[in-house]
Nanobody, 121 residues
Framework: QVQLVESGGDLVQPGGSLRLSCAAS????????MGWYRQAPGKERELVAR???????IYVDSVKGRFTISRDNAKNMVYLQMNSLKPEDTAVYYC???????????????WGQGTQVTVSS
C-alpha cells in the first residue's frame, strides 16, 4: 500500500504565505514525478506544479513567480511554498506521485486526501 499525506493547508489573508508538505510512504520502489494539483468549487482539478526526480519543474501560468515546488528524494517528500497568495488560489490542494511499487512495474499515479487552502480577508 502507498499513502500520500498532505499537511499545511490553512486560512490566510491575501498576500500571505503558506507551505504545503506531502509525505509518501509504503511500498515504494521509485518515485518518478511528484506534484500538486488543486480543485476549486465548481471547477475541474488542475495541475499547479510538478517536479521530476531530477528536479525539472513546471508550473501553471497563474502561479509562476509566486509558488515554488521542491522535493526531498531521500524522504519521499514534496513541498509547495506559496507566496503572495490571492483569493483565486482558494482550493483543495492534492499531492500526486507517479511511482513504481517494485522494479519493472508500471508507473502509476497515487493521490493524497487533499488539504484546504483558503485565501480570504
Amino acid at each position: 500500500q502507498v499513502q500520500l499525506v498532505e499537511s499545511g493547508g490553512d486560512l490566510v489573508q491575501p498576500g500571505g504565505s503558506l507551505r504545503l508538505s506531502c509525505a509518501a510512504s509504503g511500498s515504494i520502489f521509485s518515485i518518478n514525478a511528484m506534484g500538486w494539483y488543486r480543485q476549486a468549487p465548481g471547477k475541474e482539478r488542475e495541475l499547479v506544479a510538478r517536479i521530476t526526480s531530477s528536479g525539472y519543474t513546471i508550473y501553471v501560468d497563474s502561479v509562476k513567480g509566486r509558488f515554488t515546488i521542491s522535493r526531498d528524494n531521500a524522504k519521499n517528500m514534496v513541498y509547495l511554498q506559496m507566496n503572495s497568495l490571492k483569493p483565486e488560489d482558494t482550493a483543495v490542494y492534492y499531492c500526486n506521485a507517479r511511482l513504481q511499487i517494485r522494479a519493472y512495474a508500471s508507473n502509476d499515479d497515487y493521490w493524497g486526501q487533499g488539504t484546504q487552502v483558503t485565501v480570504s480577508s
